[in-house]
């Protein structure tokens, strides 16, 4: 099977082909999130906003990513339910099942598979390069696991098994998704042609939403409670976490790098709002902080109450849940499943 005759197994939604009315075949899009916690804010503005807000452009798929959740330590009973947490949240943010396929990663088994074929053709050179790996494996690396180490190739299998085109993701994991473009050129060089070699495709406007109390870093799940935002928050909580959000000693609200903290708060503001900086800047002048934090907090419980709302509806039917994680699983299964039976073939183990 050629790349691409291969890629033209299109994921087509029920009722809905993955072909635009030119008759053009769409571009297939795939990423991947980790069950690692709720997910913040920054989760939300960084990454899923795009992916919901796409849906119609792209042939969409979605992973839980809970395989790479456990290469640090998880409690077997908070993995269990951050992974149907973040699975409920995608959808309660509009990822929709009938558009999207959106799948749990444990429930194909084919990734890991095929990430045990790819780990023998990727050189230990190319890993050692990883920086992410570098920076989670923290001060004694002989400790993290070689699960943590070899996280970029299961990646790579996350993403090739379904032969996509693009890959939105954060600019941390770009390093990542040209891996898996190197993966895929040297194993077609040596079988023959297989795979797609994605690309990237990184956002610049919201890509990092900075900590609450400590702008210089990006908000993070892993950090401390009022450095972040988490996407269930209620709005009493999101209201105080904003009013004590750091900002400086000057008055004017302007979006001016050089201050991060009102930085930050104002571009959260423009990703929510949707309104150029000009038209922001123009509200808030002869406006104080309080004034602005007070909009601030308005705008992210505008945004996340309904999804809350829809979120609690879906955990309140672990049934229907369960239903539809089987659903994505069983929409992409037939193309998991040829591309490993393929690359099975190729390399002699079939
Ligand atoms: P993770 O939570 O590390 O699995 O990341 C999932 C997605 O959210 C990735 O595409 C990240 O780049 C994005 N993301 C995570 N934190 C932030 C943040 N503070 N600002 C913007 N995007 C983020
Ligand atoms: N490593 C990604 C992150 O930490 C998550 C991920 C796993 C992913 N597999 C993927 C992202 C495949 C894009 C494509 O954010």
Redesign the pocket.
């Given at each position: 099977m050629s790349a691409s005759t291969s890629a033209s197994a299109r994921i087509a939604p029920a009722g809905k082909p993955a072909e635009v009315a030119s008759g053009a075949k769409r571009e297939r899009v795939f990423?991947?999130?980790?069950p690692?916690g709720t997910?913040?804010l920054?989760?939300y503005?960084?990454?899923?906003r795009h992916w919901v807000a796409e849906q119609d452009i792209y042939d969409n798929i979605y992973c839980v990513?809970d395989l790479h959740a456990i290469t640090v330590p998880q409690d077997p009973e908070e993995l269990r339910f951050n992974t149907r947490q973040l699975y409920a949240l995608l959808v309660a943010s509009g990822l929709d099942p009938a558009r999207s396929a959106i799948f749990v990663q444990s429930h194909m088994h084919e990734h890991a598979e095929l990430a045990w074929v790819l780990d023998c053709v990727t050189p230990m050179g190319w890993l050692n390069r990883m920086t992410q790996f570098k920076s989670k494996a923290g001060s004694d690396r002989e400790l993290a696991s070689a699960g943590l180490y070899t996280y970029p190739v299961l990646m790579a299998a996350d993403i090739l098994i379904y032969h996509a085109d693009a890959v939105?993701?954060?600019?941390?994991?770009k390093q990542h998704v040209e891996l898996a473009r190197d993966v895929a050129n040297t194993f077609n060089n040596r079988f023959g042609e297989t795979f797609v070699e994605p690309r990237p495709i990184v956002r610049t406007v919201?890509?990092?939403?900075?900590s609450l109390d400590d702008p210089s870093k990006?908000?993070?799940?892993s950090e401390s409670e009022n450095s972040y935002i988490s996407m269930i928050d209620e709005p009493a909580a999101i209201r105080k976490k904003i009013a004590r959000a750091t900002t400086d000693s000057e008055r004017t609200i302007v979006f001016d790098e050089k201050r991060p903290g009102i930085f930050n708060l104002l571009a959260i503001y423009q990703s929510l709002t949707g309104r150029s900086q000009d038209a922001i800047e123009a509200e808030f002048e002869g406006k104080g902080y309080k004034e602005f934090k007070a909009a601030l907090a308005d705008a992210v419980v505008e945004t996340l109450e309904p999804i809350q709302q829809r979120y609690k509806a879906l955990m309140a039917d672990p049934d229907g849940l369960e239903r539809l994680m089987a659903e994505g699983a069983a929409k992409v299964q037939p193309t998991a499943q040829a591309t490993l039976q393929t690359v099975l073939e190729k390399v002699g183990l079939r």
């Amino acid at each position: 099977m050629s790349a691409s005759t291969s890629a033209s197994a299109r994921i087509a939604p029920a009722g809905k082909p993955a072909e635009v009315a030119s008759g053009a075949k769409r571009e297939r899009v795939f990423s991947g999130i980790k069950p690692s916690g709720t997910p913040t804010l920054g989760n939300y503005i960084g990454a899923i906003r795009h992916w919901v807000a796409e849906q119609d452009i792209y042939d969409n798929i979605y992973c839980v990513v809970d395989l790479h959740a456990i290469t640090v330590p998880q409690d077997p009973e908070e993995l269990r339910f951050n992974t149907r947490q973040l699975y409920a949240l995608l959808v309660a943010s509009g990822l929709d099942p009938a558009r999207s396929a959106i799948f749990v990663q444990s429930h194909m088994h084919e990734h890991a598979e095929l990430a045990w074929v790819l780990d023998c053709v990727t050189p230990m050179g190319w890993l050692n390069r990883m920086t992410q790996f570098k920076s989670k494996a923290g001060s004694d690396r002989e400790l993290a696991s070689a699960g943590l180490y070899t996280y970029p190739v299961l990646m790579a299998a996350d993403i090739l098994i379904y032969h996509a085109d693009a890959v939105p993701v954060g600019e941390d994991q770009k390093q990542h998704v040209e891996l898996a473009r190197d993966v895929a050129n040297t194993f077609n060089n040596r079988f023959g042609e297989t795979f797609v070699e994605p690309r990237p495709i990184v956002r610049t406007v919201g890509a990092r939403i900075m900590s609450l109390d400590d702008p210089s870093k990006k908000m993070s799940k892993s950090e401390s409670e009022n450095s972040y935002i988490s996407m269930i928050d209620e709005p009493a909580a999101i209201r105080k976490k904003i009013a004590r959000a750091t900002t400086d000693s000057e008055r004017t609200i302007v979006f001016d790098e050089k201050r991060p903290g009102i930085f930050n708060l104002l571009a959260i503001y423009q990703s929510l709002t949707g309104r150029s900086q000009d038209a922001i800047e123009a509200e808030f002048e002869g406006k104080g902080y309080k004034e602005f934090k007070a909009a601030l907090a308005d705008a992210v419980v505008e945004t996340l109450e309904p999804i809350q709302q829809r979120y609690k509806a879906l955990m309140a039917d672990p049934d229907g849940l369960e239903r539809l994680m089987a659903e994505g699983a069983a929409k992409v299964q037939p193309t998991a499943q040829a591309t490993l039976q393929t690359v099975l073939e190729k390399v002699g183990l079939r």
